[in-house]
């Protein structure tokens, strides 16, 4: 019989049963930056209108309990890497693909539902720590060469032609990750240095305008900054009601001239006239 008034994180767990060696965290970043899984979280709030609403004393605390989903198959784990990922899930494996995390910690269903996200985060990447090496084609030799001729290539040319073109596909992919990162940092670096020239001009104005920064080259000032905004926003106005201006159109009306009207009324001469 367990005493449930010990909280879980102060009970005994049990020590790594793995023998295996861990990568470190810059192992697993290199790895994700290059191939990275994609899975689906599902998240849902569930309220209670038949519960006890008021603003003071209210001791109906279901609403703020989150719980999140993931489907284990769908996090792309190795046989290692999934095995590790169960042990540290404890209680919370059932032996179902569908894991769920529930965090009822705080007072609101906002800070239960991120603090649920970073349980899984941390489980996520506490599991990546392990070999990625498919433990299941190493044991069996002829579920391995199934594989291998299933999607490499029956024949021993098909394979090496096949690793040939994926070592080259990696490579260029490698190389686009690395290009797209580097562009990243320069743009990050030209708004960083966008920033401090900014703020120097901030510095600037308001050593014109009296004030004592102790010679600070750089300085921000939340004022300046939001009358810049709100002078931007007007002239920005301005300029879409100069645009916006009725303008006068002259369109042309159909109709019958004074010349027509007068060419179709009876003349004197077509009247008829008495015997």
């Excluded at 040319?157 to 073109?165: I, N, P, S, V």
Aim: hydrophobic share 30%.
């Amino acid at each position: 019989m367990s005493y449930n008034c010990i909280p879980e994180w102060q009970k005994p767990a049990v020590q790594d049963p793995f023998d295996y060696k861990l990568r470190n965290k810059e192992e697993v970043k290199e790895e994700f930056k290059y191939y990275y899984d994609a899975f689906d979280i599902q998240g849902v709030y569930k309220k209670y209108t038949a519960g006890d609403t008021r603003a003071e004393d209210n001791l109906d605390n279901r609403e703020r309990v989150a719980k999140i989903w993931v489907q284990l198959n769908e996090m792309g784990l190795a046989p290692l890497q999934r095995q590790r990922f169960i042990f540290l899930l404890g209680n919370r494996y059932t032996g179902s693909s569908k894991i769920k995390i529930v965090c009822r910690q705080y007072n609101t269903f906002h800070e239960n539902f991120l603090r649920a996200h970073e349980i899984l985060r941390e489980l996520y990447w506490e599991s990546k720590r392990a070999p990625a090496l498919n433990t299941t084609a190493l044991k069996n030799p002829y579920r391995r060469e199934f594989f291998k001729k299933k999607f490499f290539g029956r024949t021993r040319e098909e394979r090496l032609a096949f690793m040939k073109t994926f070592e080259e596909m990696d490579a260029q992919h490698r190389l686009d990750v690395d290009k797209q990162e580097l562009g990243l940092m320069e743009e990050d670096a030209q708004k960083q240095e966008s920033m401090r020239k900014k703020r120097r001009e901030y510095a600037q104005k308001r050593l014109s305008l009296g004030f004592n920064d102790k010679g600070k080259e750089e300085v921000a000032d939340s004022v300046i900054e939001e009358l810049e905004y709100k002078s931007k926003e007007y002239e920005k106005q301005i300029e879409e009601q100069k645009e916006r201006r009725a303008v006068k159109i002259v369109t042309p009306v159909k109709g019958i001239s004074k010349g027509d009207i007068e060419r179709l009324m009876l003349q004197e001469a077509d009247k008829f006239k008495p015997i």
